[in-house]
């Protein structure tokens, strides 16, 4: 079941991420149909990401008093029922409404991983299960912009949502059918014993509100809410904009677009799946397991600052898709040590919430990014001011990492752990 789920949570994240590609994909023709400007198209991008942002408090805790089972069947469920209606929109208001019904239904995903990897893997392998579904999102672009771009150029930009909305509902079938939490499945005593071995002594089922609240007066919580913060935001400003800018910026075609914008999400792939397996190298050779996490992704987003500003003042297209590549690398080695970073240093009830705070501020960084990048684009007539703020960004969030991301040992901490380890009473539950 543990090759299964990990598989499954590929599926699915390939999916969402296909899906969030369709309106970057469909950017100049939506535009053009719908009669919207560059900044509302920044507007309507970053609808998206504010209902993920702040569905993502609320979600992570339903994942861990839920199970990962139900939450994630319904959340593809809706998703891709909103995915269908933008096919369908005829106004801004429309659009912006499906949007945010769309950022609802996907919150679920990656809190759901973080669950399941703690739930189903050993703490000393939960680097490469966290890099393996963390590169979903990756190869869901790399696989989302050149297909959608297919079929968009076959049937249109609405009939793309509508078949996109067809494929999510097959995948939470599967899902739903598929899918059993560790004390549903038939375990072996030796595969039991993997899951648990080195961890304390197992607590409470269910998270109380009590201690959910005392997550956030961890400054830990807080550094891998910042650090996340400025990696989505660069990731966001590629994610919604890449196809425009090499458009408007490289003045490429729509085909070339489709197949040079699947380089940089293939790189960031690769970096995904590396940043899993630095994590549990370093972590066999004696680093601590934060460190191990917090320095390689601190070092990632200095590294991504550099390529993105390179981007942005080279005049070589070639160098261009070059720096964009290796920034998207660096920053998907940082996303998966952020997302292991939610795997220790917190009782295993908190795995999902911890990471839903994660993804939080990673997604409030994400929903600043099209806007901003919009109206900087039509303001100025050039993406270059736009990505040099993304390196800014990037930089003040790797700092961030390396001063707030600490070892548990502080009263705050000790405050978590009595929290977790009491009794559940009566209407306290998540």
Not at 231 to 237: N, R, S
Not at 369 to 383: C, D, E, R, Y
């Amino acid at each position: 079941m543990q090759r299964m789920a990990l598989a499954l949570l590929v599926l699915s994240g390939v999916v969402n991420y296909i899906d969030r590609a369709t309106l970057a994909v469909g950017n100049p023709l939506i535009r053009h149909d719908l009669g919207l400007s560059v900044a509302q198209m920044g507007f309507l991008l970053s609808a998206f990401l504010v209902a993920y942002a702040f569905a993502q408090l609320p979600v992570g805790a339903l994942v861990d008093r839920v199970g990962p089972r139900w939450l994630l069947t319904l959340g593809l469920s809706l998703w891709s029922v909103a995915q269908g209606m933008g096919g369908m929109v005829t106004s801004f208001s429309q659009f912006i409404g499906v949007r945010v019904l769309l950022g609802i239904g996907e919150s679920p995903q990656f809190p759901t991983g973080a669950r399941v990897v703690r739930d189903w893997f050993n703490q000393r392998d939960r680097g490469v299960a966290t890099g393996v579904f963390n590169c979903a999102s990756t190869l869901g672009n790399a696989i989302g912009v050149p297909l959608l771009t297919a079929l968009m150029l076959a049937f249109g930009w609405r009939w793309m949502f509508i078949i996109m909305s067809f494929v999510g509902i097959v995948v939470a079938l599967l899902w739903f059918v598929t899918y059993r939490s560790p004390e549903h499945a038939a375990l072996t005593p030796d595969e039991n014993a993997y899951r648990i071995e080195g961890e304390p002594p197992s607590r409470q089922t269910h998270l109380t509100f009590d201690a959910w609240k005392q997550l956030f007066r961890i400054q830990r919580t807080w550094g891998l809410i910042l650090g996340s913060f400025g990696c989505v935001y660069v990731v966001w400003i590629y994610a919604s904009w890449l196809p425009a800018y090499l458009e408007t910026e490289r003045h490429m075609s729509i085909r070339a677009t489709g197949f040079f914008s699947a380089i940089p999400f293939l790189c960031g792939t690769a970096g995904a799946l590396l940043g899993g397996y630095l994590v549990d190298f370093l972590v066999r050779k004696g680093m601590k397991p934060m460190a191990s996490r917090k320095v390689p992704a601190a070092l990632c987003l200095f590294g991504t600052a550099i390529c993105t500003v390179a981007a942005a003042y080279t005049t070589s297209t070639t160098l261009a898709i070059a720096f964009i590549s290796a920034s998207l690398f660096l920053l998907y080695v940082t996303t998966t040590c952020g997302w292991a970073l939610a795997s220790v240093g917190f009782p295993s009830n908190c795995a999902a919430s911890i990471g839903s705070m994660l993804n939080f501020g990673g997604y409030l960084g994400g929903a600043l990014a099209p806007a901003l990048t919009g109206l900087i684009v039509q303001s100025t007539g050039s993406f270059v001011l736009a990505l040099v703020a993304g390196g800014a960004i990037s930089v003040a969030s790797g700092i961030a990492y390396l001063l707030l991301v600490t070892e548990p040992a502080s009263a705050v901490d000790s405050a978590l752990d009595t929290a977790t380890a009491q009794p559940t009473r009566a209407g306290e539950n998540l």
